[in-house]
């Protein structure tokens, strides 16, 4: 059973900086690289939202609302995935949730348990 364990959440102030992780287990380092990743947060009151997406070659996109400040970028070797957020603003505020896509549709996607991020004006 794949596993998705998010990390590096926290309270920073506007125009910080963090960075969060995702690291996969129950999966070979194969699979991993073949699949895709991708961050999406969710606001109360909000729906989920995708804030950024890396696929196995190494393509990116983003939502228009993080582009420039938010860069994603993956360790196979490590099975993790990363999301840089700089120039953080408080509308950025929410739970971020790491969401793996298999490259084949039999073993399914996953997400993980989410980690809050909250930034003060």
């Known amino acids: 059973q794949v596993q998705l364990v998010e990390s590096g959440g926290g309270l920073v102030q506007a125009g910080g900086s963090l960075r969060l992780s995702c690291a996969a287990s129950?999966?070979?380092?194969?699979?991993?690289?073949?699949?895709?990743v991708a961050w999406n947060r969710q606001a109360p009151g909000n729906q989920r939202e995708l804030v950024a997406r890396?696929?196995?070659?190494?393509?990116?996109n983003y939502a228009d609302s993080v582009k420039g400040r938010f860069t994603i970028s993956r360790d196979n070797a490590k099975k993790t995935v990363y999301l840089q957020m700089n120039s953080l603003k408080p509308e950025d505020t929410a739970v971020y949730y790491c969401?793996?896509?298999?490259?084949?549709?039999?073993?399914?996607?996953?997400w993980g348990q989410g980690t809050q991020v909250t930034i003060s004006s």
């Open positions: 890396i696929i196995s070659t190494g393509s990116t």
């Open positions: 969401n793996l896509l298999s490259p084949y549709p039999d073993l399914g996607d996953y």
């Open positions: 129950g999966t070979s380092i194969n699979i991993f690289s073949m699949s895709a």
